[in-house]
């Protein structure tokens, strides 16, 4: 069983950027489907990017939500055994828990990690 810990999440000014964190561990990403959503309170979750398994990156697709794309970017390492979302030009409207999922394919989410919170100040 996949367990996920997010990271890197905090206060950051508008325009700025932040780099956020999961750590994967019961299970190599490389296997796996990993994606990132956001949450803001009262909402559900908002898919932001996701990339697929695969044993090189030429091997993977990525996949981005609309409100980030162009922004954000997913990469995975695999030495560290963890994805990382990429968020420049930060924007208020980021603020948000973030947090990443990981499954055997896109669409399936089978683990979560607890979050990690992001606040933009304007």
């Known amino acids: 069983q996949v367990h996920l810990a997010e990271s890197g999440g905090g206060l950051a000014p508008a325009g700025d950027y932040l780099r956020l964190s999961c750590a994967a561990s019961?299970?190599?990403?490389?296997?796996?489907?990993m994606s990132w959503f956001r949450q803001k309170p009262g909402a559900g979750r908002a898919f932001l990017a996701a990339?697929?398994?695969?044993?090189?990156?030429?091997?993977?697709?990525?996949y981005y939500g609309n409100s980030v794309k162009g922004r954000f970017i997913i990469s995975r390492d695999k030495s560290e055994n963890a994805v990382h979302l990429q968020m420049n030009r930060l924007i208020p409207q980021d603020t948000a828990t973030y947090l990443c999922?990981?499954?055997?394919?896109?669409?399936?989410?089978?683990?979560w990690g607890q979050g990690t919170p992001v606040t933009i100040s304007s």
């Open positions: 990339i697929t398994g695969g044993s090189n990156d030429a091997d993977s697709d990525i």
């Open positions: 999922a990981a499954g055997t394919k896109l669409g399936v989410y089978d683990a």
């Open positions: 019961g299970s190599s990403v490389s296997s796996l489907t």
